[in-house]
């Protein structure tokens, strides 16, 4: 590869995990703006919180880190639900076996996101005709797909 490209896409790659960044950082501060002020009748605003209170929102950042996840954990989650599924997917049908699992995919541009790691992880996944599939393990048939 071209040094300029790898150059590049190493810098894109670097933008994208500090945009990511900036957007929880946005997120989570627009949360805990509306739960900790309250209006004290003279115009001003003071936060009001409780141990509780930042206790119960701490753990629910972790819940969220925890849900979000990292590229690998979706590349196993994938995993799974081809082998679960027993048949090449599109990008679009993972991320909705992604999300109806329960897991949030950090991107605007889901079936995108899903891509480049399928992509990034070329020794485990390859694009056959129905979507995507495990690298080195036969592709079923559409006769092995039924019942």
Same mark, same amino acid.
């Given at each position: ?34 739960? =900790?002020?309250?209006?004290? @009748?003279? @115009? ?5 919180? =409780?141990?509780?209170?930042?206790? @119960?929102?701490?753990?629910? !950042? ?44 950090? =991107? ?6 899903? @891509?480049?790691? !399928? ?29």
């Amino acid at each position: 590869m071209d040094s300029a490209l790898a150059n590049a896409l190493k810098r894109k790659e670097e933008l994208e995990r500090e945009l990511e960044r900036v957007n929880q950082f946005i997120q989570l501060y627009g949360e805990f703006s509306k739960e =900790s002020k309250a209006d004290d @009748g003279v @115009g001003m605003r003071q936060t009001h919180t =409780s141990n509780a209170n930042l206790h @119960g929102r701490a753990e629910t !950042l972790r819940h969220k880190m925890k849900v979000r996840g990292r590229p690998d954990d979706f590349a196993d989650i994938m995993e799974a639900i081809l082998r679960e599924r027993k048949r090449p997917m599109p990008r679009g049908i993972l991320v909705s076996e992604i999300e109806r699992r329960g897991h949030v995919i950090p =991107s605007r541009d889901k079936a995108r996101y899903l @891509g480049t790691i !399928l992509w990034r992880q070329s020794d485990r996944f390859e694009s056959v005709d129905g979507g995507y599939w495990l690298k080195g393990v036969p592709v079923p048939k559409s006769a092995d797909l039924i019942g």
